[in-house]
């Protein structure tokens, strides 16, 4: 496979060992490329697309950044893009629904909401499909950044790949949790190549300012600089470009103090502009020129390297300069951002991530925007987009409006189960119970946690708050027969008490009967068939 046409300065081992990997393996393969943040780890994954590009690969690229990590299949979006056009007309009609609906090609109104077991299964049918012509590249840099829910579905799929010409190439940071490593682990150890990326020696170091910064500096200041940046390609290029407090002896105390200097330095109206491709998910120089008023704003910082311009996109040179640049700002200013952003965008999920950004408290109407763009999430088959979404919609929710809080916080619950966070779900749905009074509304609460419960095989504690809902649900009689049914299925289950399961199950027949509700009905026969085999009645 062909490399890069000019590899990055002091990276060519690197280079030369994820080349030679991708062109021995021709199934299902990872490359995982590590380093702590400014090492060098974007400009190693861009020369491994170049070359995996110029090798023949169909590249399919992401770059998460943390200002997208709450929105919903933001990543996966950013991967399949044109390609999606190609593959969704051959999908099973579950999967193209799903994943129209996942990618904002379908509204998902008229009751065509996305299951994230289709979109996966769709993503899976995607990568196969396009992989039986040419080798496939899935380019992710800044991994750490995926939203929950691209996360999810990328999981799924790849550890279903086995003998598909599907590649990942994933840049991540060091300082990432092992066990948020899925992507690579879901494949087999030698299928697997883990590349971490090293400081430059001085020589490597000095090639490189040479040729990024056009200057030739006194051989004391590279020294300098190679001992204070340990050889950090991102530390030693803001230090090179103060040369002048290096010789003075006035360096700031931390990095990040000079790059806010940097940034500092900037015209007004850029700095404006920065914030605002910095808040923004997928920023456009559209975008940040209807919220500054001035279309040439980013010109200044085009020419500072500080961002990139590509076809209209607004992407930052290094996710730390979009870091420093909000950071820097007065949160004021940010807030004052966000309300801005959320006065432009259409889509509910960022208008309502915008709304909360911008908010100084609680505030209804942003709560109600935050429910909404968690509904609107989860029927987009992500449930942890929305209960994160929900969970800060119930902290926004005034205190007199307790209620609508709480309601908030038990759909984060339910949400957070979906998911597969069990462990969040019990917290949440517990939180409510204990503060909801006795009734329907906390029989509802009730029949999830007791649901939850049964996951996590504490049989008999869900049995008794299945039984506690039941008690409370009073006339309410589809909530007492979805009850009484998850009663008799858990006391089933442990195999006690099995007279009373099928009495259980009885009742919730005989409601599910007057509802006329045949899915309910279904439910309930089938605890009471089996508790009566068991008990060897003939019936």
């Known amino acids: 496979m062909a490399t890069a046409a000019a590899a990055p300065v002091g990276r060519e081992a690197e280079l030369a060992a994820i080349a030679d990997f991708l062109e021995a393996e021709t199934a299902a393969c990872a490359v995982a490329i590590e380093g702590e943040a400014g090492i060098g780890k974007t400009t190693v994954w861009e020369a491994a697309v170049s070359g995996a590009a110029g090798g023949g690969?169909?590249?399919?690229?992401?770059?998460?950044?943390?200002?997208?990590?709450?929105?919903?299949?933001?990543?996966?979006?950013?991967?399949?893009?044109?390609a999606s056009a190609e593959v969704l007309d051959d999908l099973p009609p579950p999967q193209r629904r799903a994943l129209e609906v996942a990618l904002l090609i379908d509204d998902g109104e008229g009751g065509r909401g996305a299951d994230r077991r289709a979109v996966a299964a769709g993503l899976l049918s995607s990568l196969r499909k396009l992989a039986a012509g040419v080798r496939v590249l899935l380019a992710i840099d800044d991994v750490q950044w995926l939203d929950p829910s691209s996360a999810a579905a990328l999981d799924f799929a790849v550890r279903r790949l086995?003998?598909?010409?599907?590649?990942?190439?994933?840049?991540?940071?060091?300082?990432?949790?092992?066990?948020?490593?899925?992507?690579?682990?879901?494949?087999?150890?030698?299928?697997?190549?883990?590349?971490?990326?090293?400081?430059?020696?001085?020589?490597?170091?000095?090639?490189?300012?040479?040729?990024?910064?056009?200057?030739?500096?006194?051989?004391?200041?590279?020294?300098?600089?190679?001992?204070?940046?340990?050889?950090?390609?991102?530390?030693?290029?803001?230090?090179?470009?103060?040369?002048?407090?290096?010789?003075?002896?006035?360096?700031?105390?931390?990095?990040?103090?000079?790059?806010?200097?940097?940034?500092?330095?900037?015209?007004?109206?850029?700095?404006?502009?920065?914030?605002?491709?910095?808040?923004?998910?997928?920023?456009t120089v559209e975008l940040v020129a209807r919220v500054v008023g001035e279309p040439d704003a980013l010109a200044a910082a085009e020419a500072a390297?500080?961002?990139?311009?590509?076809?209209?996109?607004?992407r930052f040179t290094h996710p730390l300069l979009a870091s420093a640049?909000?950071?820097?700002?007065?949160?004021?200013?940010?807030?004052?951002?966000?309300?801005?952003?959320?006065?432009?965008?259409?889509?509910?999920?960022?208008?309502?991530?915008?709304?909360?950004?911008?908010?100084?408290?609680?505030?209804?109407?942003?709560?109600?925007?935050?429910?909404?763009?968690?509904?609107?999430?989860?029927?987009?088959?992500?449930?942890?987009?929305?209960?994160?979404l929900s969970e800060e919609a119930a902290q926004l929710t005034p205190a007199d409006r307790a209620e609508d809080a709480l309601r908030r916080l038990a759909r984060a619950g339910y949400y957070h189960f979906e998911s597969g966070d069990s462990r969040r779900a019990l917290v949440l749905l517990e939180q409510v119970v204990v503060q909801l009074p006795a009734g329907p509304e906390r029989a509802d609460v009730l029949t999830r946690l007791a649901g939850v419960r049964s996951y996590s095989d504490d049989l008999q504690a869900a049995a008794d708050l299945f039984l506690q809902a039941a008690e409370e649900a009073g006339d309410v009689r589809a909530l007492k027969a979805r009850a009484l049914e998850g009663a008799a299925a858990q006391l089933f289950r442990q195999r006690r008490r099995l007279d009373e399961a099928v009495e259980h199950a009885k009742g919730s027949a005989a409601l599910a009967r007057e509802l006329e509700d045949d899915a309910l009905l279904a439910l309930a026969l089938g605890p009471q068939f089996v508790a009566k085999a068991t008990l060897g009645r003939p019936e």
């Open 305 to 314: 390297r500080i961002v990139e311009l590509d076809h209209g996109r607004v």
């Open 325 to 388: 640049v909000y950071t820097a700002t007065a949160p004021a200013q940010r807030r004052e951002t966000h309300a801005k952003l959320a006065g432009l965008v259409r889509d509910p999920e960022r208008r309502a991530v915008h709304l909360a950004a911008a908010a100084t408290g609680p505030d209804e109407k942003v709560a109600e925007a935050l429910e909404l763009g968690a509904t609107r999430a989860r029927a987009r088959g992500a449930p942890a987009a929305a209960a994160e």
């Open 57 to 82: 690969f169909r590249v399919l690229r992401a770059r998460p950044a943390e200002s997208e990590a709450k929105l919903a299949f933001s990543s996966l979006a950013d991967l399949l893009g044109d």
């Open 162 to 283: 086995r003998d598909e010409a599907v590649a990942l190439l994933l840049a991540r940071r060091l300082d990432e949790p092992p066990g948020d490593r899925v992507l690579e682990d879901a494949l087999p150890a030698e299928k697997c190549l883990r590349v971490t990326i090293e400081s430059l020696d001085f020589l490597a170091l000095n090639t490189l300012l040479r040729e990024r910064l056009a200057v030739v500096l006194s051989r004391p200041i590279l020294h300098r600089i190679h001992e204070l940046s340990r050889g950090n390609p991102f530390f030693a290029l803001e230090l090179a470009r103060a040369p002048a407090r290096l010789e003075a002896g006035t360096l700031p105390p931390t990095l990040d103090a000079l790059v806010r200097g940097r940034l500092a330095a900037l015209p007004d109206k850029t700095q404006a502009a920065l914030l605002v491709a910095s808040a923004a998910s997928h920023s």
